[in-house]
C-alpha cells in the first residue's frame, strides 16, 4: 500500500506503488485493477504490469450500416461474427444512419441539430445557408409580393458582393449628416 503524503500534508498526495519508482505524486492514479497508487509515469496497466487487467477492457464493434456499437461478449471474438450475429437478430436498420438533406438546390449539407434552420414561411427544414426565404426558392414567401422582392433583392446584392460598405463608398464620401447636427456644438 502506498504512503500517504508528507509529515508536513499527510492527506496530501501518494507516493508510487512501483517499488522501482517510490515517487511522491500530489495527484496520484488508482488503479481499479489492482487497487495500488501510481504516479503519471505508471497509471496505465502496461506501465506497471497489472496482472488483473487483463479482465478490464470491454471493447465495441461500430456497425458500418446502421452505426450502432455492439459490445463484445468475449475478449477474442471475431468482428465479422459479431456483425453477422448483429444483422441476423434484425436490430440492423441502415435507415437510420442516413441523415436528411438540406432541400435547396444543388444543396447536399446534412442537417444537423447545430446547422438547421426552419423557414417561418414555408415551414421547411433548411441548412443555414439558405436560411433566408430568397436562398431556397420559398414557396410561402412568394405570396407576399413586396417582401418576396425585398429578400430577392437582398439575395442578390449579397451574391454579388455589394454590401452597405461598398454602397457608401461609392456614393463618394460619407453619410450625409442634416446640417442641425453638423452644425450642433457642445460645450
Same mark, same amino acid.
Given at each position: 500500500m502506498a504512503r500517504r503524503g508528507t509529515e508536513a500534508f499527510p492527506d496530501l498526495g501518494a507516493h508510487c506503488d512501483e517499488p522501482d519508482c517510490n515517487q511522491l505524486?500530489?495527484?496520484p492514479f488508482d488503479c481499479d485493477g489492482c487497487g495500488k497508487v501510481f504516479c503519471a509515469a505508471h497509471r496505465t496497466y502496461r506501465?506497471?504490469?497489472?496482472?488483473?487487467?487483463?479482465?478490464?477492457?470491454? $471493447?465495441?464493434?461500430?456497425c458500418p450500416d446502421c452505426g450502432d456499437a455492439i459490445e463484445r461478449a468475449s475478449p477474442g471474438q471475431d468482428?465479422?461474427?459479431?456483425?453477422?450475429?448483429?444483422?441476423?437478430?434484425?436490430r440492423c436498420d441502415p435507415a437510420r444512419k442516413r441523415k436528411p438533406t438540406?432541400?435547396?438546390?444543388?444543396c447536399k449539407e446534412?442537417? $444537423?441539430?447545430?446547422? $438547421?434552420?426552419?423557414?417561418?414561411?414555408?415551414?421547411?427544414k433548411v441548412c443555414l445557408k439558405h436560411r433566408f426565404p430568397a436562398d431556397h426558392g420559398?414557396?410561402?414567401?412568394?405570396?407576399?409580393?413586396?417582401?418576396?422582392?425585398?429578400?430577392?433583392?437582398?439575395?442578390?446584392?449579397?451574391?454579388?458582393?455589394?454590401?452597405?460598405r461598398d454602397?457608401?463608398?461609392?456614393?463618394?464620401?460619407?453619410?450625409?449628416?442634416?446640417?442641425?447636427v453638423r452644425n450642433l456644438k457642445i460645450f
Open positions: 505524486d500530489f495527484l506501465d506497471h504490469g497489472c496482472a488483473k487487467a487483463a479482465d478490464q477492457g470491454r $471493447t465495441v464493434v461500430v468482428e465479422k461474427e459479431i456483425l453477422d450475429a448483429h444483422v441476423r437478430a434484425q438540406c432541400p435547396a438546390r444543388r446534412p442537417l $444537423t441539430f447545430s446547422n $438547421t434552420s426552419e423557414c417561418k414561411s414555408c415551414g421547411r420559398c414557396a410561402g414567401a412568394a405570396g407576399s409580393s413586396a417582401a418576396a422582392r425585398a429578400a430577392g433583392a437582398a439575395a442578390a446584392r449579397r451574391a454579388g458582393g455589394e454590401c452597405a454602397a457608401q463608398k461609392g456614393s463618394g464620401g460619407g453619410w450625409a449628416l442634416p446640417a442641425a
